[in-house]
């Protein structure tokens, strides 16, 4: 169980808004994955269409409206968002999941992105190293495009910008859709 009992359920609520909008704006139906799956593959959602005569499920990771510091006032949600290559625990995160799409969730979209090409271009762009990492506490700031680690935890995550997000967007899709 997660210690922000309501961050968790915001998530569930995105997953569940984002299926909706996906099956109401291109069809098909959208199924929500085992736990086992969620937590390890990073797949929260998988969309089967039928696009020329076959069935093909898409699988995405949604990642709901948020916000750079808990402490931050509830206007700056859907301003920002986290991509992780290690979770809290050191494990492989969602940019290194195999979901075939990441969903991220803006004010007013839903954007979404291919997740390999994310990841390609972020590493690329700017290189993870554990030398380089920068711990984060409590009361420090994040710094976009940083790779970052909250103290006390092993994972390695990034703040980026809810702009460069639709900047690098295969697809956006209005909330109201």
Do not use: C
Not at 146 to 153: A, I, L, P, T, V
């Amino acid at each position: 169980m997660s210690f922000y009992p309501t961050e968790h359920r915001k998530g569930i609520q995105g997953e569940l808004d984002f299926g909706g909008i996906l099956t109401k704006t291109f069809g098909g139906t959208v199924e929500k994955t085992l736990k086992s799956v969620d937590m390890f593959d990073h797949i929260d959602l998988l969309w089967t269409h039928n696009f020329d005569g076959k069935k093909n499920p898409v699988g995405f990771d949604v990642k709901s409206a948020s916000k750079a510091k808990r402490s931050d006032p509830e206007s700056t949600r859907g301003t920002v968002a986290f991509v992780e290559i290690l979770n809290r625990s050191g494990n492989i995160g969602s940019l290194r999941g195999k979901s075939d799409y990441m969903a991220y969730e803006g004010k007013d979209e839903w954007y979404v992105i291919n997740r390999r090409s994310l990841l390609n271009y972020l590493l690329t762009a700017y290189p993870y190293s554990e030398e380089k990492i920068r711990v984060v506490g409590s009361k420090d700031r994040y710094n976009y495009f940083e790779w970052s680690r909250r103290y006390g935890n092993k994972d390695a995550i990034m703040l980026l910008p809810i702009s460069f997000l639709k900047e690098k967007s295969s697809m956006i899709i209005p909330k109201n859709s």
